[in-house]
């Protein structure tokens, strides 16, 4: 089988690595340049982390990543007001990890014949009888057995095949931003801990990194849909009112092609196939950081697509299976995602306070148990049962 995969991303590179490792004929079309270096720290456990055991790069990926113990909420003057144990979500089964060195992990161990294509926008798909056609912004045009899209929550993809974002873009009112810089003091007040401050409307949280550097991560309510031209500025405005070590990190905020900006979002669609060409992650079933494990939901759903693709009768009836047996894990973080949004971010002070009791109450003894499924939804067994696929 030949396969094309458009993005580069967590989910295009794992498929990549997956039906390659079964001998499929594998090219990866990339639109950006380059690799990209924005991103931020995520925490990385659920069927993802089954899935990248079970291909062999947990030792690579445990290389690259952190072991972040605690999540701590602290107000305007840095005095805790709330903590989190992480590693009740996994048993210890996390890695705390950039974005970027997850994309790297699974991009330096892509078997020797993918074709691993940057600077490859997709201009056009046109279905054929056995397969699909796609023409690239260089007048280039390849032919294969399945399109997968894997080009993230704006695919082109989707856009081309589906239609337009707007019919499957369900926003959740919300703006995010990520970027790194260095603060020697900010490392130090938040190193080996994930620090956010307990605040109502905006968020700005801090992960100390090994090369002494701060990664960022903040999140706004907003009625606004649009992007702004200017994230720099966007991001400085939004947060200006936060306290603690927020205005130095607002002063190092880099320009703006070095910041990760987006709206918080979900991509729900009726279908996830149409002919040979199907829709991998977040241009598929985006279930928004409120909700969390997209990278792992991405690489998991890439597991269970390569898994039906070699052990199916048909590329067809692979397609079926794959939507059968993914859609209810993903529809359930969705959900999960939708309801964590009141909480997620305070929108008074009664439920900010609201917030730090629960917390408080789900570290006791008898309740601890509960904190995972609450916050991350019910784990699945689903990667651990279907056949091995990787060699």
Same mark, same amino acid.
């Given at each position: 089988? !030949?396969?094309?995969?458009?993005?580069?991303?967590?989910?295009?590179?794992?498929?990549?690595? &997956?039906?390659?490792?079964?001998?499929?004929?594998?090219?990866?079309?990339?639109?950006?340049?380059?690799?990209?270096?924005?991103? =931020?720290?995520?925490?990385?456990?659920?069927?993802? =982390?089954?899935?990248?055991?079970?291909?062999?790069? *947990?030792?690579?990926l445990q290389d690259v990543? /952190?072991?972040?113990?605690?999540?701590?909420?602290?107000?305007?003057?840095?005095?805790?007001?709330?903590?989190?144990?992480?590693?009740?979500?996994?048993?210890?089964? &996390?890695?705390?990890?950039?974005?970027?060195?997850?994309?790297?992990?699974?991009? @330096?161990?892509?078997?020797?014949?993918?074709?691993? #294509?940057?600077?490859?926008?997709?201009?056009?798909?046109?279905?054929?009888?056995?397969?699909?056609?796609?023409?690239?912004?260089?007048?280039?045009?390849?032919?294969?057995?399945?399109?997968?899209?894997?080009?993230?929550?704006?695919?082109?993809? #989707?856009?081309?095949?589906?239609?337009?974002?707007?019919?499957?873009?369900?926003?959740?009112?919300?703006?995010?931003?990520?970027?790194?810089?260095?603060?020697?003091?900010?490392?130090?007040?938040?190193?080996?801990?994930?620090?956010?401050?307990?605040?109502?409307?905006s968020q700005f949280g801090?992960?100390?990194? !090994?090369?002494?550097?701060?990664?960022?991560?903040?999140?706004? !309510?907003?009625?606004?849909?649009?992007?702004?031209?200017?994230?720099?500025?966007?991001?400085?405005?939004?947060?200006?009112?936060?306290?603690?070590?927020?205005?130095?990190?607002? @002063?190092?905020? +880099?320009?703006?092609?070095?910041? /990760?900006?987006?709206?918080?979002?979900?991509?729900?669609?009726?279908?996830? %196939?149409?002919?040979?060409?199907?829709?991998?992650?977040?241009?598929?079933?985006?279930?928004?950081?409120?909700?969390?494990?997209?990278?792992?939901?991405?690489?998991?759903?890439? =597991?269970?697509?390569?898994?039906?693709?070699?052990?199916?009768?048909?590329?067809?009836?692979?397609?079926?299976? /794959?939507?059968?047996?993914? #859609?209810?894990?993903?529809?359930?973080?969705?959900?999960?995602?939708? %309801?964590?949004?009141?909480?997620?971010?305070?929108?008074?002070?009664?439920?900010?306070?609201?917030?730090?009791?629960?917390?408080?109450?789900?570290?006791?003894?008898? *309740?601890?148990?509960?904190?995972?499924?609450?916050?991350?939804?019910?784990?699945?067994?689903?990667?651990?049962? &279907?056949? +091995?696929?990787?060699?």
């Amino acid at each position: 089988m !030949r396969a094309i995969i458009c993005g580069a991303g967590i989910a295009g590179l794992a498929a990549a690595n &997956l039906l390659a490792a079964h001998g499929c004929d594998v090219i990866v079309v990339e639109r950006t340049p380059s690799p990209r270096t924005q991103g =931020y720290m995520l925490d990385f456990f659920g069927p993802g =982390y089954d899935a990248i055991e079970a291909m062999g790069l *947990l030792p690579a990926l445990q290389d690259v990543g /952190y072991r972040v113990v605690e999540a701590a909420l602290v107000d305007n003057h840095g005095r805790h007001r709330a903590r989190m144990n992480l590693r009740q979500f996994a048993d210890g089964a &996390l890695v705390s990890v950039m974005r970027p060195d997850l994309e790297r992990v699974l991009r @330096e161990n892509l078997p020797a014949g993918v074709d691993l #294509r940057y600077d490859a926008a997709l201009e056009s798909v046109t279905p054929l009888d056995d397969g699909v056609r796609v023409e690239l912004a260089d007048g280039s045009v390849l032919t294969a057995d399945l399109l997968i899209g894997a080009d993230g929550i704006h695919s082109t993809v #989707r856009r081309l095949v589906f239609g337009p974002e707007s019919s499957y873009l369900r926003r959740l009112g919300f703006h995010t931003a990520a970027y790194t810089f260095d603060a020697p003091d900010i490392h130090a007040a938040v190193n080996g801990r994930f620090v956010l401050t307990d605040t109502i409307g905006s968020q700005f949280g801090f992960y100390g990194l !090994r090369d002494g550097r701060v990664a960022s991560f903040a999140v706004h !309510r907003t009625t606004d849909p649009s992007l702004p031209d200017d994230p720099r500025a966007a991001i400085r405005s939004a947060y200006r009112e936060l306290g603690w070590v927020v205005p130095e990190a607002l @002063e190092r905020c +880099p320009s703006p092609e070095e910041i /990760y900006y987006d709206q918080v979002a979900q991509i729900v669609l009726p279908t996830w %196939s149409k002919g040979r060409v199907v829709l991998l992650g977040d241009a598929a079933y985006a279930v928004s950081l409120l909700a969390g494990q997209g990278a792992s939901l991405g690489i998991a759903g890439a =597991y269970v697509l390569a898994d039906r693709l070699t052990q199916a009768a048909s590329i067809d009836a692979a397609l079926s299976e /794959y939507e059968r047996l993914w #859609r209810p894990e993903v529809e359930s973080k969705q959900r999960v995602g939708r %309801s964590a949004a009141h909480w997620f971010l305070p929108r008074s002070t009664p439920a900010l306070i609201a917030r730090r009791l629960a917390l408080h109450l789900l570290r006791l003894p008898l *309740l601890n148990r509960l904190t995972p499924t609450a916050i991350a939804g019910k784990p699945t067994t689903l990667i651990q049962t &279907l056949h +091995p696929s990787h060699p």
